[in-house]
Nanobody, 123 residues
């Protein structure tokens, strides 16, 4: 059974950092494209960062470039999202998702989802 479990969310001051984890089971993370998405109240779910299964290429949405870093630990079967210099527009529930193909940037393209972890930024 494919499972994704996120952790690491919490409350942080603007300018601070958090590291989110996405622990996978039932599949190997380097065989799947993994995406981080976020959804703020009243807004659509949006893609934040993605890692390709074929060559490990990583993509970021423009609003997080230079601040967020996606990494993958194959030995731990876990994908991370390091979030630095958090801004008031970053709060949301953050989800990781997986698909057994090349990356997609839209939520509907992903087969498997975690339960989400909430990030709150105080100003």
């Amino acid at each position: 059974e494919v499972q994704l479990v996120e952790s690491g969310g919490g409350l942080v001051q603007a300018g601070g950092s958090l590291r989110l984890s996405c622990a996978a089971s039932g599949f190997t993370v380097d065989d799947y494209a993994i995406g981080w998405f976020r959804q703020a109240p009243g807004k659509e779910r949006e893609g934040v960062s993605f890692i390709s299964s074929s060559d490990g290429t990583i993509y970021y949405t423009d609003s997080v470039k230079g601040r967020f870093t996606l990494s993958r630990d194959n030995a731990k079967n876990t994908v991370y999202l390091q979030m630095n210099r958090l801004k008031p527009e970053d709060p949301a529930v953050y989800y990781c998702a997986a698909r057994p193909r090349e990356i997609g940037r839209q939520p509907w393209q992903y087969n498997y989802w975690g339960q989400g972890t909430e990030v709150t930024v105080s100003s």
